[in-house]
């Protein structure tokens, strides 16, 4: 039988000096006031948790933007997508009613420039993307856009641009 994804996850975490108790991930200890040293070489991305109606059509959504479907539990309602170093889950209401987990959410994509955010904005609008918000520069320093998917989710493309203004002042 092959290995669920939890206890996948679980197994990854304890090889990074991690135990899974009660539902929670907490350091290793090997003594009492020492932590294992861990193997983590950097903090790693987080992965959103995209609460949609039907793991399937979603899927087929996000493979309009781009997106590949890694891998889907149809049993546990959930799939995993990704598009280059992005990584995020697609859970249905199966999977929702087990953990208690809700919707709509909003995700943060940062981008490495300006450029970026306006050419993924072409991109995903010829797509046929919902675009809530087209790109625009923000009193926060941020160049972003917003797009929904057929679920309400909302992903909010960004650039920050606070660095550059303070190389100007310099």
């Keep these: 039988m092959a290995e669920s994804k939890e206890d996948y996850l679980v197994k990854a975490a304890e090889g990074d000096g991690f135990v899974f108790a009660d539902g929670v991930f907490r350091p ?6 020492s932590v294992v040293t ?17 793991v399937d059509t979603a899927a087929e959504y996000y493979a ?24 995020m889950f697609l859970t249905d209401g199966s ?15 940062n981008l ?3 450029d970026e955010v306006d050419e993924l904005h072409r ?18 320093h941020l160049r972003e856009f917003r797009i929904a998917d057929p679920d309400g989710n ?14 100007k002042h310099d």
């Design 28 to 33: 290793a200890r090997t003594a009492p006031g």
């Design 38 to 54: 861990s193997t983590l070489a950097r903090f790693p991305a987080a992965v959103p948790e995209i609460p949609v109606s039907n």
């Design 64 to 87: 309009t933007l781009g997106f590949r479907l890694d891998w889907a539990d149809d049993e546990g309602g959930i799939a995993g997508i990704s598009q280059g170093d992005c990584r």
């Design 95 to 109: 999977f929702h009613e087990h953990y208690g987990t809700r919707g709509p959410v909003m995700v943060w994509l």
């Design 112 to 114: 490495n420039s300006k």
């Design 123 to 140: 991109r995903w609008k010829l797509a046929g993307a919902n675009i809530v918000a087209e790109p625009k520069d923000k009193p926060w």
């Design 154 to 167: 909302q992903l909010r493309v960004f650039y920050d641009f606070t660095w550059e203004l303070n190389q």
